[in-house]
């Protein structure tokens, strides 16, 4: 679904629901006095239409929809144009989130979006009404979302029932009983077969051979089309150790002219540390990469980066580089290697045959990622910066690559909003935040901290150093604070609502059609009462999601 530059975000979300010309049309009328008459039956025409679109309860949906899925109150009036790519993107996404359309076809939602967005999607697409389809690698997502997997392979559509997780123990089964009726098969063939070479020649059993023969002959010995994974092999293993501290970051702030992501930030790796990067969308992630590879100047502050470290980065973005074919990259790169060992080394990351002379215009994204994972066993970091490296990658890469990870004996620092191949590995979790940086020893730790975010429609909420201890007494005094007002919200909701279809009732009766004054003083007070009814549907859903 895409976007008009020249809409405001909010009025690109009303487009969705089909509201935005009403709306105008409505205004307009209401600010034009003549033609009585003729004014008030097209005014109460589009006044009903609107009803029947859900027009007041539209705005609300809408608001919901832009805060989860990152624009914030004060972006409703930036013109669409101003947006950056991926701000389009997410509001394309937005838009289809609220046409209430009977099936949601989504094509990898997840890609590009933070952590916080991804748990409010998820918490979206599983209240829906509709039903929803995905295309998706995002393992997270399947596992919790998943009521069905559909595996497209060698031509055909395989159905499973439940989440991934529950996929792959079917089909380990189902190929396992593929497996053994073909064996079964292969050996009654065999047996039929062996029955009628030893007793054709024999007169009193020779019409019992030629029968054997003829039932071995209808056995179906196709073998089943089981596809054959494919086998990614590499490994990442330093050359040579680095000296003990690897990294210091001493007061840095980075960002880009006036604009600091990270302020005055503090930060020690040593050797063998692994630590994974985390934090919203524009919070500095890539940045701070950037910074420590010397691809960023500072604002201010250092990074010291060891004079024994040997680095190698990964972008996200794999399109960056100008590359003729894989075998012709390696080989640019690295003069001294064989075309047998850049031939074996492709082979193993999957590129067979002529594969490895393809143009670069034709290698896809996970090509790409795996060229530049033969790029890195190669050059044998002791230092591995990695920008979302499962960006691109199937199931199965990005197992092999965890794999590979998990075995390398060097200092690992990454960036990733791929919640499964995190929590795969054993690293820290470094969480840049607005206002602070945070560190947690493992991702489990991390996610308990930050459950209730996760689960909060505002997303990421300010959390300050040293407050980890909760005060349980203040949470439960809280709860009930928001219960008391979550009800009080419902009852002046039910009493609106009412009024609301009393003024809507007063509307369609013909006195009332016929008298322009009276008719512009009930949709004056149906104004008001929506006003009222959406501010306390705002505080009833703030208390019903902090709750």
Not at 186 to 212: C, F, G, P, Q, V
Not at 422 to 443: A, F, G
Request: without cysteine; proline residues 2%; neutral net charge.
């Amino acid at each position: 679904m895409g976007v008009a530059d020249s809409n405001t975000v909010f009025s690109e979300m009303q487009s969705a629901v089909g509201v935005q010309d009403l709306i105008k049309k409505i205004q307009k009328l209401e600010e034009d006095i003549s033609a009585e008459e003729k004014v008030s039956e097209e005014y109460s025409m589009l006044i009903e239409r609107f009803e029947a679109l859900g027009g007041y309860d539209s705005e609300y949906q809408i608001k919901k929809v832009l805060n989860g899925m990152g624009f914030p109150a004060e972006t409703y009036d930036r013109k669409v144009e101003s947006l950056s790519g991926g701000e389009k993107t997410r509001l394309s996404l937005a838009k289809l989130l609220v046409t209430g359309a009977d099936i949601l076809l989504l094509d990898e939602p997840t890609n590009h979006l933070d952590e916080i967005t991804v748990e409010w999607l998820e918490s979206f697409i599983m209240s829906y009404i509709g039903a929803v389809v995905i295309v998706t690698h995002d393992r997270w997502l399947l596992d919790r979302f998943a009521e069905k997997i559909y595996e497209v392979e060698n031509a055909a559509v395989s159905e499973y029932k439940g989440n991934y997780s529950s996929y792959l123990s079917q089909k380990e089964l189902r190929e396992k009983s593929l497996m053994r009726e073909y064996s079964k098969k292969l050996k009654m063939s065999e047996d039929y077969r062996e029955y009628h070479r030893r007793n054709i020649s024999r007169a009193s059993t020779s019409k019992m051979a030629k029968s054997r023969l003829k039932m071995a002959e209808r056995i179906n010995l196709d073998k089943p089309k089981i596809a054959a994974r494919e086998n990614i092999r590499f490994s990442i293993q330093p050359e040579y150790t680095s000296n003990k501290k690897v990294i210091e970051i001493k007061g840095a702030s980075i960002g880009y002219g006036d604009k600091k992501l990270i302020d005055k930030f503090d930060l020690t790796i040593r050797k063998g540390d692994r630590v994974t990067i985390v934090g919203p969308n524009g919070s500095g992630k890539t940045s701070l990469l950037l910074a420590i590879t010397k691809k960023m100047p500072l604002l201010d502050g250092k990074i010291s980066i060891d004079e024994r470290a040997k680095i190698s980065f990964l972008s996200q973005d794999v399109y960056g580089e100008k590359i003729i074919s894989a075998f012709k990259y390696l080989e640019d790169k690295f003069p001294e290697l064989s075309i047998l060992n850049i031939r074996n080394l492709l082979a193993a990351l999957g590129f067979k045959g002529e594969d490895v002379f393809k143009p670069g215009s034709g290698l896809s994204g996970g090509e790409l990622k795996r060229l530049n994972f033969a790029r890195i066993s190669l050059e044998k970091p002791n230092l591995l910066i990695l920008d979302e490296p499962t960006n691109y990658l199937d199931m199965h890469t990005k197992e092999m690559l965890s794999n590979a990870l998990k075995k390398y004996m060097g200092t690992l620092v990454l960036v990733s909003h791929d919640r499964y191949f995190v929590s795969s590995l054993e690293t820290s979790i470094l969480r840049i935040l607005k206002d602070e940086v945070k560190i947690y020893d493992s991702y489990s730790e991390y996610r308990e901290d930050s459950n209730e975010e996760f689960n909060s429609k505002e997303g990421i909420e300010k959390s300050k150093a040293g407050n980890l201890k909760t005060n349980r007494k203040e949470i439960r005094r809280e709860k009930a604070i928001m219960r008391e007002k979550k009800s009080k919200a419902l009852n002046k909701i039910e009493v609106l609502e009412r009024e609301i279809s009393e003024l809507n009732d007063n509307l369609l009766k013909p006195e009332i059609k016929s008298d322009y004054t009276k008719l512009m003083e009930i949709t004056r007070e149906l104004n008001k009462k929506h006003e009222k009814l959406d501010y306390y549907i705002d505080e009833w859903a703030k208390n019903e999601l902090d709750e």
